[in-house]
């Protein structure tokens, strides 16, 4: 009897000292985590670089690596400018849980009871905001996978038209599956716009930017930030476009990507985290935003815009990103208060496995065995 009380006084002590880790944690001892793990990321040769926030204790730490820009060797900065590619899609879906948090809409509401043309159309008619802002609205991921045919971007009367025609089948029943779709949260985003008769930019200023001082976050950067824009390189290290350019196959105001810092993307993080006490119904919304809805595979669920991972035991709650020239991730184990943004001004790297290490090294839990999603 007083082996077994021993060894589970002794468990207990390990668990104790295991989940207080990221609270005892020195500045250095998160910074050894970060370094670790970035180091997947920094390229041997070419261009690119990554910034890093991490949320711990209350507090927010910066740690940055590599080149914003090799050509004119300026290094990445906590206030450099990054794409945040589909991180972007946490704004649409804390707009629309705020908006359902105020009694200005509900979930359940049909697109096409704010986007009027659509009204006129065919399976749109059924489509839902949960179901855009959940990947469950069968809508395809870009409007070309279903319009192959199509050449050039879509204006918006390109759009509306689509979107008119477009046909659920067996495979793409609204409210029965879930496939990532960067064009619901399009859709979202014309909803919201309709609903409060303004473009979501100012939309998006008004009711998240501004109220949380996140003056380095917009879409698209204005000339003020474009000096700070970091300039984007592929996998191998070559640099694409210009700094500071969308890619999108849109083609309108408010349609493209959502340009921030991780000195921005920190507070961002805090305010989700709930330890921002000025903010108390914002937060409200940004919890509501990260329940559980759809479950996507056993370990892996679905929550407005974010996804819940449990297979990671605590579970994490995180959204990530990827373009040509851009890699990210925002990721968070709210029971324990940590969190942790990263940006890369380079494609295809991985910023969700990183992200997910640094979790749950500074939460004093083992390693992950692999991803359970891509970059989306």
Known sequence: MRFDAVTALAGAFIYLAATCFANAASDADVEKIVAREVQTMLPPKGGGGVAVAIRSSGRTLFF???EA????????GTDSI?????VSKLFAATLLAQAVEQGELGLDDPVADYVTELQDGGDIRRVTLLQLATHTSGLPRIPQTYE???RGKYTPPDFIRFLKSWKADKDHEPGKQNQYSNTGFIVLRLALERRFKMPFTALMEQRLTQRLAMNATALPPPPALLSRA???YDSDGKPIGTPGEEQSTLDWPGSGQIFSSARDMATFLAANLGELPDHRPLESAMALA???IFAISLDVAQALAWEIVS??????????????????????????????VILANRGKQ????VGRQILLGLAGRPSMPRETSNAK
């Open 69 to 76: 820009d090799a050509e004119r060797k300026l290094p990445v």
């Open 64 to 66: 940055n690596y590599g």
């Open 290 to 292: 990260q329940h559980d």
């Open 350 to 353: 991985p910023a969700t496995r």
């Open 311 to 340: 297979s990671a035991h605590p579970s994490i709650i995180e959204k990530n990103g990827g373009l040509r020239t851009t890699s990210t991730y925002i990721g968070m184990i709210a029971q324990k208060k940590l969190g942790v």
């Open 82 to 86: 990054f794409n945040l590619a589909s």
């Open 148 to 150: 192959p045919w199509h």
């Open 230 to 232: 970091v300039q984007g």
